[in-house]
T-cell receptor, first 112, second 110 residues
């Protein structure tokens, strides 16, 4: 079955360490997105990519980095520069030009 | 994209129709209304979208007023599994991304 996979589901890291969240899709979607969600809040866009080797900053890109070397993969690195990284991270994909997103099940990151 | 306004929460009895309102008074003529829902600790799920005509699919119906300033998502026979946060989003083609607000928490009670 086609879908989008995020791993791991839960992630614990020490403060000051970089951490990379995985997002893989086999839907043949061109576009991929990373959102962050804090308790009781909506989703905020971190980065998005409409095509391989190209990506754009979203509303809260500071302290994060991404790469898009393959169509299927869009990993997100949470760097030590992100001041409050503990959150629920969601990856999504869509056909290019469309916004019928398919979301992954999310990664809950806790920094201690 | 136009801003949308939803009540923070509402309750519905299991088996009854759930009518979820959304105001989008500043929506422009080429902005679509999209609905997603997010069950606790999962990724959001697409439900339905429309421009100006009413739409129906296997999950829900979307009723958009003639002036397009508001819409209603209808779940015809709500079940406990419909308990979720529902997001109403106005989207203009070309912006390439969706902006999610806080949404509305629907609780379906037994």
């Amino acid at each position: 079955d086609g879908g989008i996979t995020q791993s791991p589901k839960y992630l614990f890291r020490k403060e000051g360490q970089n951490v990379t969240l995985s997002c893989e899709q086999n839907l043949n979607h061109d576009a991929m997105y990373w959102y962050r969600q804090d308790p009781g809040q909506g989703l905020r866009l971190i980065y998005y990519s409409q095509i391989v080797n190209d990506f754009q900053k979203g509303d809260i890109a500071e302290g994060y980095s991404v790469s898009r070397e393959k169509k299927e993969s869009f990993p997100l690195t949470v760097t030590s520069a992100q001041k409050n990284p503990t959150a629920f991270y969601l990856c999504a994909s869509s056909p290019r030009g469309g916004v019928r997103y398919t979301f992954g099940s999310g990664t809950r990151l806790t920094v201690v | 994209d136009a801003k949308t306004t939803q009540p923070p929460s509402m309750d519905c009895a299991e088996g009854r129709a759930a009518n979820l309102p959304c105001n989008h008074s500043t929506i422009s003529g080429n902005e679509y209304v999209y609905w997603y829902r997010q069950i606790h600790s999962q990724g959001p799920q697409y439900i339905i979208h429309g421009l100006k005509n009413n739409e129906t699919n296997e999950m829900a119906s979307l009723i958009i007023t003639e002036d397009r300033k508001s819409s209603t998502l209808i779940l015809p026979h709500a079940t406990l599994r419909d308990t979720a946060v529902y997001y109403c989003i106005a989207y203009q083609g070309g912006s390439e991304k969706l902006v999610f607000g806080k949404g509305m928490k629907l609780t379906v009670n037994p």
